[in-house]
Each structure stands twice: as structure tokens, then as C-alpha cells.
């Protein structure tokens, strides 16, 4: 039987060697100078994705007419080691990143994700603060592991969660997972210490729009952020059409027909989420009822903030989730005559410096046609 496969030509291209000209350009980049891309934002974000892998079968995301049980993965050898991730980490930090997210796939696949996530705590901003380090998960294994990554150094949780409902949750995930066992995840974390989880709900008009209320409802006052995420045109698989996409408007639109809301300032410049907190009777502010944030990265674009770049399962840095193609990074440390730490930082300024993605925003000008290019990158290669 024929293995099957996605559009990644792009993104699994060798790496072209440098030229002595590139290599002295590149080492010509002062790492002590502001590090901007072709719009002036800085890197502050890196994501990287430790597995291409994952247990469950979203339709935005995996969806298992495509991702089938041939489903070609990356063989083992082609994944980033820790210590290689741990080394472009520590170079990205030269760069003036400050927040590192660990995404999939499903990253708790990995086997030993503790040890790399022990290597990354150990790691400091330029002025020699710990790292924002999170991670993102569906939970499914998150009860098993929520105490060895908190012991580990991990720092904040971010847990995917579509419904309340176990019916549109199993439907969703594809792979009749109940919802009572994310749950338990999120308990547990919080159980043993975790004080920093977000819940994101990803909405697709028609499928479960019916559940935001109640996912509020259930999140209010537990000390866990609730974040509603507009359904993305990402990858080439997931089938997007505009007409399944609830604006974000809209969704605040049904949380304020139940409760008094108050818009909150943003916590840090280029945050994705515009967030709001509940008020009490008396009509005041209340934090003990917590917040929720809308992601609206189709109505309202937030490219021209962006900070944020990927890193893939196999070691390649993509400036935009909606990208085509990304610059091979894993092959600077495997040559013949691995690169110095200072190279690596080098190579990734110079690459962020050649960055002008902007896809939301073009989208939304009309500049570009929204929907799912054949070419894209599948969210599950380069993390959400």
C-alpha cells in the first residue's frame, strides 16, 4: 500500500550551501544591534515543534482523510535532538527572545519531553532573566506528566480544548476521545502547582459555536484563561472556508449577553489575544472571576506586531504560520564541521532579518486570496 503524503516539498528541500561571500556577510551581523525584519518588529517568540505527531485527528489541524494510519511521519533520525534544539534556543535568545512555547504535533509524544524541557529552563533572556516557558497540549497525556514537567522547570500550560460537550468533543478530535480526560489534565496540572493555564478554544461556525458559553461558564473564576480562536486557512488540508468562521466579535457578542465584560490592556506588545475580564455586581473589574481573549487572526489581522517565528520537527525556521517554505537551520550543526554558537545566532538574524510575512493582513486587504494554498505548511509540521 502507497504511503500518503502532503505538500512539503518546499519545506524539506536541502539546504543550499553558503557561499564564502554569504558566510562573511553573515558573520558580519553585530549581535548587539537591534535584530529587526523588513517591517521593524523584532523576534521575541519562538515555537518549536518536537513531533510531527499526534493522537488525535482534528479536522483543523490533522484531519484523517489526509493523515491516514500509512501517513508518512519524519523517520527519527531527521528530528531535532535536544541538545540541537536546546543549542538554536540558546542562539535565539542572543536575538532578544524572551518566550519559548513547545507545540506539536502533540509535544508530550515525545518521549522524555522533561529533559529537554530541564535544558530550556536553564536558559536566560539578555538580561538574564528565566524564560516564558510554555507548552501547548490536547491533555490527553497530561495527567501522567503534568508533575515531572512542573519539576522539570516548565513555567505555563496551554491546553487545546473545543467543547464541553463529550459528543462534539469525540466528533472533533476525531479519535472518540472523551473530554473527561483533558479535564482530569487540566485538574492535575493544576493540582501540582501551575498557576499560568490557558485554555483555547478553536470555533467553527456550525460545529460548535453552541459551546462557547458553556466553556465559559465552566472556566470562570477556576484561575484558567479561556482564549477563542477564529478558524485558520492553515496548511493545505483542513478544507477552510470562510463561511465557518465565527468572528470573533460575534463570540464576545454572546459572552456579553451573559455577563458584563471589561476590556484588559494587553499584558506584552504583540500579544495575539485582545483579552477581557468579568465584572462583579457592583460593576467592577473582578480577577477572581478571570478573563477570556479573542484571537482574530482572519477579521482583525495582527501581523504588523508579529514577533513570533517557528522552528519544525526536522529543523527549519518559518517566519509566518501561513508560510511556504522555511530556512534550514539543523544542518549548520550536523555538518562536517558543526557551526559556533555565535554562527547559529548569526544565521537566524540574518534570516529574520530577510522576514516580510504578512499573510493575515493581505488576506484581509484583499491583497491575497483567502483559503488553503496547495503549498502551505501543515500546522502540525511547524506548531500552532
Known amino acids: ?58 479536522s483543523y489541524c490533522m484531519p484523517k482523510s489526509v493523515f491516514t494510519r500509512d501517513y508518512a511521519y519524519l523517520p ?7 541538545e540541537e534544539i536546546t543549542t538554536i534556543a540558546q542562539a535565539s535568545t542572543r536575538l532578544g527572545v524572551r518566550k519559548i512555547r513547545i507545540t506539536g504535533g502533540e509535544p508530550l509524544l515525545r518521549k522524555n519531553l522533561d529533559i ?5 529552563s536553564a536558559l536566560r533572556t539578555l538580561d538574564g532573566q528565566p524564560l516564558d516557558l510554555t507548552l501547548t497540549t490536547n491533555a490527553s497525556l497530561l495527567a501522567k506528566k503534568a508533575q515531572a514537567l512542573k519539576d522539570a522547570g516548565l513555567t505555563r500550560l496551554t491546553v487545546s480544548l473545543d467543547a464541553l460537550d463529550d459528543n462534539i468533543f469525540r466528533a472533533m478530535n476525531d479519535m472518540d476521545f472523551p473530554v473527561a480526560d483533558v479535564l482530569e489534565g487540566i485538574d ?45 486557512d492553515v496548511g493545505a488540508s483542513n478544507g477552510w472556508r470562510m463561511d465557518e468562521v465565527l468572528p470573533s466579535a460575534d463570540v464576545l457578542a454572546m ?43 482572519v477579521t482583525e489581522a495582527f501581523c504588523h506586531e508579529c514577533n513570533r517565528a517557528r522552528l519544525s520537527t526536522d529543523g527549519r525556521l518559518f517566519a509566518c504560520l501561513f508560510a511556504t517554505q522555511g530556512t534550514e537551520i539543523k544542518h549548520l550543526l550536523r555538518s562536517a564541521e558543526p557551526a559556533d554558537a555565535t554562527f547559529v545566532a548569526q ?28 503549498e502551505r505548511i501543515e500546522m502540525s509540521y511547524i506548531g500552532g
Open 347 to 374: 544565521y537566524l538574524a540574518h534570516t529574520w532579518q530577510q522576514r516580510q510575512d504578512q499573510y493575515s493582513a493581505l488576506r484581509q486587504a484583499g491583497v491575497i486570496p483567502a483559503g488553503n494554498a496547495r
Open 76 to 82: 527519527q533520525s531527521d528530528l531535532l535532538s535536544f
Open 188 to 232: 492535575t496540572a493544576l493540582s501540582v502547582g501551575f498557576s499560568d493555564i490557558k485554555v483555547n478554544m478553536v470555533v467553527k461556525r456550525g460545529t460548535n459555536q453552541d459551546q462557547i458559553v458553556p466553556m465559559a461558564a465552566h472556566f470562570r473564576g477556576t484561575g484558567v484563561a479561556l482564549r477563542f480562536i477564529e478558524y485558520m
Open 116 to 120: 529537554l524541557i530541564g535544558q530550556l
Open 1 to 58: 500500500m502507497s504511503k500518503t503524503t502532503i505538500p512539503l516539498i518546499d519545506a524539506r528541500q536541502r539546504p543550499v550551501a553558503l557561499t564564502a561571500e554569504a558566510r562573511a556577510a553573515i558573520q558580519a551581523i553585530d549581535l548587539n544591534g537591534p535584530i529587526l525584519d523588513q517591517l521593524s518588529r523584532p523576534l521575541r517568540d519562538l515555537r518549536i515543534s518536537v513531533t510531527d505527531r499526534c493522537n488525535f485527528r482534528c
Open 255 to 297: 459572552l456579553q449577553a451573559h455577563w458584563p465584560m471589561q476590556a484588559l490592556p494587553a499584558k506584552s506588545k504583540g500579544e495575539t489575544a485582545k483579552r477581557y475580564g468579568y465584572l462583579d455586581g457592583n460593576g467592577n473589574l473582578d480577577p477572581s472571576l478571570g478573563e477570556v481573549g479573542l484571537i482574530s487572526s
